[in-house]
């Protein structure tokens, strides 16, 4: 079992719509990233949090310690959003990052 | 460039070479990370160094691979006798002392081919 799930595996959605990833993760995280991977490019750091909430954009995150829970939202969401995202928790000691298997959208215009 | 740079961004080599990959972490970042994507799949963590200190090697796949961080700075990661499985985009990223506020860049990755 993967230390972080991410849920859904693959996404759609039209042009406009609210778009939400979720994460779980089973370890000791100090922080959690969310980062975009577009098709043939590199990865880029969307968010990097410990507690509550960020915004930047279109872009929320959200992040429950307690629960071991983090949420990506995209609001009007449009087909440049059109990516891999990926949730990474940095382990307690720090030594290392747990990857989620990624979720791949696809916004339709 | 400010980011982290790897090198060379892609290579294709014969089953049984030797391969060396480079990484240049952002000026100051201490912490630098060693991952691979093979096709299809996702990340997979194989190597940390932190400043000076040992570098965590629970998760290189096989004795074939090594790392050496010389500096503290350049990364290069070496494959030797390469299989066909080892093919793969390999990734490095970098950050400043692990803090709880921690941002990790990440590089483009090297793409490998192993034929």
């Known amino acids: 079992k993967n230390e972080v799930e991410q849920s859904p595996q693959n996404l759609t959605a039209q042009e406009g719509e609210f778009i939400t990833i979720n994460c779980s993760y089973s370890?000791?995280?100090?922080?959690l990233h969310w980062l975009q991977q577009h098709p043939g490019g590199g990865i880029v750091s969307l968010f990097m949090l410990s507690s509550g909430k960020k915004k930047h954009g279109r872009l929320i995150a959200t992040i429950n310690i307690q629960e071991k829970h983090s949420s990506l939202h995209i609001t009007a969401s449009h087909p440049r959003d059109s990516a891999v995202y990926i949730c990474?928790?940095?382990?307690?000691?720090?030594?290392?990052?747990?990857f989620g298997t990624g979720t791949s959208l696809t916004v339709i215009p | 460039g400010a980011g982290v740079s790897q090198s060379p961004s892609n290579k294709v080599t014969e089953k049984g070479k030797d391969v060396e990959l480079r990484c240049d972490p952002i000026?100051?970042?201490?912490?630098l990370y060693w991952y691979r994507q093979s096709l299809g799949q996702g990340l997979e963590f194989l190597i940390y160094?932190?400043?000076?200190?040992?570098?965590?090697k629970s998760g290189l796949p096989s004795d074939r691979f090594s790392a050496e961080r010389t500096g503290g700075s350049v990364s290069t990661l070496t494959i030797q006798r390469t299989q066909q499985e080892d093919s793969a985009v390999y990734l490095c990223?970098?950050?400043?002392?692990?803090?709880?506020?921690?941002?990790?860049?990440f590089g483009q990755g090297t793409r490998l081919t192993v034929v």
């Open positions: 370890v000791g995280i100090s922080a």
């Open positions: 990223a970098s950050s400043l002392v692990v803090t709880v506020n921690t941002e990790a860049f």
């Open positions: 990474a928790g940095l382990g307690n000691t720090g030594n290392q990052f747990y």
């Open positions: 000026s100051g970042h201490t912490a």
């Open positions: 160094f932190q400043g000076n200190s040992a570098p965590d």
